[in-house]
């Protein structure tokens, strides 16, 4: 079921996620409602948080389709950090240059509570680590730096005003 998508300054998009003990009937829901609503608004990764619901799930869009992956752990992460644009569902419109690592090892569970581990670089590492900060309440404007700070409050502004 498509669900609503929570736009910045919800407080929602602030909390630290809980994470999930046993994987339910209601969990997979959730978890088909999180793909559901990723692919219906055209995105390449989403967070429990982003649709109001404070659990430690995310989606990825890879290759070979959606990946669920529940209690995502990041193990290990490059030294080599690499700057990439991002954009995020909750901030529509906005987009920054962001640090990330360059690699990351991440162990997760998928849909049916099997353990899995995968090595990840470039745009799925960079995804990877941009959805799992916000099961932590962490936005990719946070880990801006100052310029793209400025440009998307200047762009916030400009958005809000042609709202009313
Ligand atoms: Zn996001």
Redesign the pocket.
């Known amino acids: 079921m498509f669900r609503k998508i929570v736009f910045y300054p919800n407080k929602e998009l602030r909390k630290k996620s809980a994470p999930i003990g046993e994987i339910t009937a209601e969990i997979k829901q959730l978890c088909l409602d999180i793909t559901q609503t990723m692919i219906a608004s055209d995105g390449i ?1 989403l ?1 429990a948080p ?1 649709i109001g619901e404070s659990k430690r799930i995310i989606v990825i869009q890879t290759e070979g389709g959606p990946k669920i992956c529940i209690n995502p752990e990041i193990l290990e992460k490059t030294k080599e950090k690499e700057i990439g644009e991002e954009g ?3 901030l529509p419109e906005i987009y920054a240059n962001v640090k990330r690592s360059k690699g990351i090892r991440v162990k997760f569970l998928d849909e049916n509570g099997r353990e899995c581990e995968v090595k990840v670089k470039g745009m799925p590492a960079r995804i990877f680590q ?2 799992i900060d ?1 099961l932590d309440g962490v ?2 404007l946070d880990r801006a730096g100052f310029l793209g700070k400025w440009k998307a409050r200047k762009r916030l502004q400009k958005l809000r005003q042609n709202a009313y």
């Open positions: 990764g967070a982003q995020c569902l909750s941009h959805e916000h936005l990719f």
